[in-house]
Nanobody, 123 residues
Framework: QVQLVESGGGLVQAGGSLRLSCAAS????????LGWFRQAPGKDREFVST????????YYADSVKGRFTISRDNAKNTVYLQMSSLKPEDTAVYYC????????????????WGQGTQVTVSS
């Protein structure tokens, strides 16, 4: 199992930016594909972005495409989510997760999850 810890969330105004980080430990980081999901109160967990083990292939939800960028630094065992042009509808708890299979947008295929970090975007 891999342990994941998110950080970088906070309160920002609409149009602002945040950079989320997810630090991993417990297993070889580069052996996993990684993704970001989010969940707003009363809503289902929603796919945000994912990238391959090598970091060469990325996928984004339509709602964040062009505004968010996912990346990974295997040397630092860390995956990032750079969020720009934030909107109030981006408000949610953001989770990073790991899977053995690249390109997954279904949360059910991720076996390890972080505790989440709150992102709040005000109008």
């Amino acid at each position: 199992q891999v342990q994941l810890v998110e950080s970088g969330g906070g309160l920002v105004q609409a149009g602002g930016s945040l950079r989320l980080s997810c630090a991993a430990s417990g297993r070889t980081f580069s052996s996993f594909a990684l993704g970001w999901f989010r969940q707003a109160p009363g809503k289902d967990r929603e796919f945000v972005s994912t990238l391959s083990r090598s970091g060469g292939t990325t996928y984004y939800a339509d709602s964040v495409k062009g505004r968010f960028t996912i990346s990974r630094d295997n040397a630092k065992n860390t995956v990032y989510l750079q969020m720009s042009s934030l909107k109030p509808e981006d408000t949610a708890v953001y989770y990073c997760a790991a899977t053995y299979y690249s390109g997954n947008t279904d949360a059910r295929n991720y076996h390890s999850w972080g505790q989440g970090t709150q992102v709040t975007v005000s109008s």
